[in-house]
């Protein structure tokens, strides 16, 4: 992949936190519970016909047990990820007029993932609690 395909998913992934960030708890881990689920099931009929229904399965076992965890939707974004990569070295990419897609797709899945495992925070309740913290802290006064 070149530089100009890499830097597009990692953009993507970050638009994608961003936009969840929007979303209060407990809306934020239902949406990307269910949203993760629907993810399970792109690669439906993609050429490893039996195999996308057993990957959509766990998908799914994984989607419901995130709605009590958010490890649970980043194990299903990391199966993704290895999803994506099976797929890519089988030229089998989720979008077929681009060979690269399904090495984006994996790009994207691992990092939104890792944003998972740390509890899915929201940038924004982040970002204030900085900027709080630089207003009252005593080297600002």
């Given amino acids: ?10 953009v ?6 961003l936009l969840a960030s929007l979303l209060r708890e407990p809306a934020r881990q239902k949406f990307n519970a269910i949203f993760v689920a629907g993810a399970g099931s792109v690669y439906l009929n993609s050429g490893l016909w039996p195999w996308e229904f057993a990957f959509t ?10 709605l009590g ?17 099976v797929h890519h070295l089988l030229g089998l990419p989720i979008l077929s007029f681009q060979a690269t897609s399904s090495a984006g797709c994996a790009i994207t899945d691992a990092l939104i993932a890792l944003w998972f495992f740390a ?12 900027r709080s ?3 009252t802290s005593p080297i600002s006064q």
Avoid at 1 to 10: C, D, K
Avoid at 12 to 17: D, E, L, S, W
Wanted: proline share 7%; net charge positive.
């Fill in 57 to 66: 399965a766990a998908m799914t076992v994984c989607a419901y047990r995130g």
């Fill in 1 to 10: 992949m070149t530089p100009f395909e890499v830097i597009p998913p990692i």
């Fill in 69 to 85: 965890t958010y490890r649970w939707i980043g194990i299903a974004w990391l199966l993704h990820t290895g999803w994506d990569v």
């Fill in 119 to 130: 509890d899915a925070p929201s940038v924004y309740d982040w970002l204030r609690k900085r």
């Fill in 133 to 135: 913290s630089a207003t």
């Fill in 12 to 17: 993507i992934a970050g638009i994608f936190v």
